[in-house]
């Protein structure tokens, strides 16, 4: 992947020509040369948005694939870890240098230790065997402090994810941290209306079904939500 230099104000573009697959990706706006990133985390979002060419027949439907694996740690988790601490460093949950927690098999974990890795806060992640070891190497070398609860032969048990909660809680306690409490927290909805208003302007407001595989359903939820708050029609 490389990024083509263009003069000054007009937009800058990534070129995938070395890439062969369904996807017809030959030029993708990427971000405009007025917003060059401070960091890593302003690369987050304001991913590509690219039609399927050849699997869908001619006839059919026009869809597009959203690329979230453009975020910075390859997932659209970024976006909600990077809003729960925003909106706990505005009002004040979250002070400069204060620890925050969070237990979670993967995912999320990978995004708060960029996002807390960045901003230097110390980061607590209560995870398990049970996880992917890639998952748990990635949180480590990102700089978060794992917690591994042994597992019951590396399955995921309703007593697991108890225990994962309880050792969550009493590390709050210890540490006077701040819990992100992935599960509960609210915060994480404004980074899914920031994706579902990319959508729109990638769309020109052409859109007329999303569809989203889910895990806790929180993306599918606040995109789909800011999506009917611009059209009732999707
Ligand atoms: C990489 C990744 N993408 C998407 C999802 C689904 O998002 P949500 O939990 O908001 O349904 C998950 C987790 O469940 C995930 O780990």
Known sequence: MALLPVPTGQREYVAFGSIRSDFDILEQPLMSTTTAPRNI??????TSLVPLTHLVP????????????ENPTGSMKDR????????????????????VVEYTAGSTG????LVC???RYPLHIVTSDAFAQEKLD????????LHVLKSDGGRMTEKLTRDMIEAARIITEET???WTDQLNNRDQLAAYRVMADEI?????????????????AASLRGTAKRLRERTADV
Not at 60 to 67: C, E, F, M
Not at 80 to 99: F, N, Q, T, Y
Not at 110 to 113: A, E, I, K, Q, T
């Open 58 to 69: 001619a006839t059919g439907a026009r869809i597009l694939l959203k690329i979230e694996s």
């Open 200 to 216: 729109w302007a990638q769309t020109s407001g052409e859109i007329h079904a999303f569809v989203q595989s889910v895990g806790t």
């Open 41 to 46: 985390l302003d690369c987050i979002g304001n």
């Open 176 to 178: 006077g941290g701040f």
């Open 138 to 145: 990635h949180m480590a070398l990102l700089g978060a402090r």
């Open 110 to 113: 990978v995004s708060l230790s």
């Open 80 to 99: 909600m870890a990077l809003a729960m601490i925003e909106a706990a460093e505005s009002d004040g949950r979250l002070a400069p240098g204060g620890s």
């Open 117 to 119: 890795g960045v901003k």
